[in-house]
């Protein structure tokens, strides 16, 4: 098997986790950082590219621009990688999108749909035929009963519960700790128990 090199793309504290996790996965021969703030001094992309960099995971918690950089990687010729710390559980018949981490002792169980560019945070647990949209964030602890439908850009705060069969809208966003009992529209901020909407647009 050739060598892999993977470039994990920011400089935060959340790219030290993922750093931690691919290490941890002991597939990487070798791994690199690459940051848009030029005060990092962090090496451009072409020359990743020409030290023998292919694949890319994309460190930036904020959604929206996680998905611009993900564009912005495949574009420039990098291929996303998926990387699954050893300490989770993933079922062997779900799916994971390209792009996405999911960090330790998380749980996707059977049949569960995860998209492209996703963050399935420490201990975060998806149950059987959940289906996650691309560029959604789970926080730490957030639990998905089955069934539950979760849309694109949607970020569920930390410890967030959403019960079987509920769904959640596109961009919407969920408090730390809120329960979703039914279904939660697009663009909306919603917290509580059960959650209710706090704000309209997000």
């Known amino acids: 098997m050739g060598m892999r090199r993977l470039v994990i793309w920011g400089c935060g504290g959340h790219a030290r986790v993922i750093l931690d996790a691919a290490v941890a996965m002991n597939v990487f021969d070798q791994t690199a950082f690459h940051d848009d703030d030029p005060a990092t001094a962090t090496p451009s992309v072409s020359q990743l590219r020409d030290a023998g960099f292919e694949e890319f995971i994309i460190a930036i918690g904020v959604n929206s621009v996680r998905a611009l950089r ?3 990687a495949l574009q420039s010729g990098l291929r996303p990688a998926v990387c699954v710390h050893p300490t989770a559980w993933i079922s062997p018949s779900a799916s994971i999108g390209a792009g996405t981490i ?4 998380a749980v996707v169980q059977a ?3 995860i998209g492209k560019n996703c963050i399935i945070n420490t201990a975060a647990i998806i149950e059987h035929d959940c289906v996650i949209g691309d560029h959604t964030h789970l926080s730490p602890s957030v639990a998905l009963g089955g069934t539950v439908s979760v ?5 569920m705060g930390i410890g967030a519960i959403a019960i079987p069969g509920s769904r959640i809208g596109d961009r919407s966003v969920i408090g730390a700790g809120a329960v979703v009992l039914r279904e939660i529209p697009a663009d909306v901020t919603a917290v509580g128990v059960p959650a ?3 704000v309209k647009g997000t």
């Open 111 to 113: 049949n569960a749909r």
């Open 196 to 198: 209710r909407i706090l």
């Open 151 to 155: 849309g694109e850009y949607v970020h």
């Open 70 to 72: 993900f564009e912005e």
């Open 102 to 105: 999911v960090m330790a002792r």
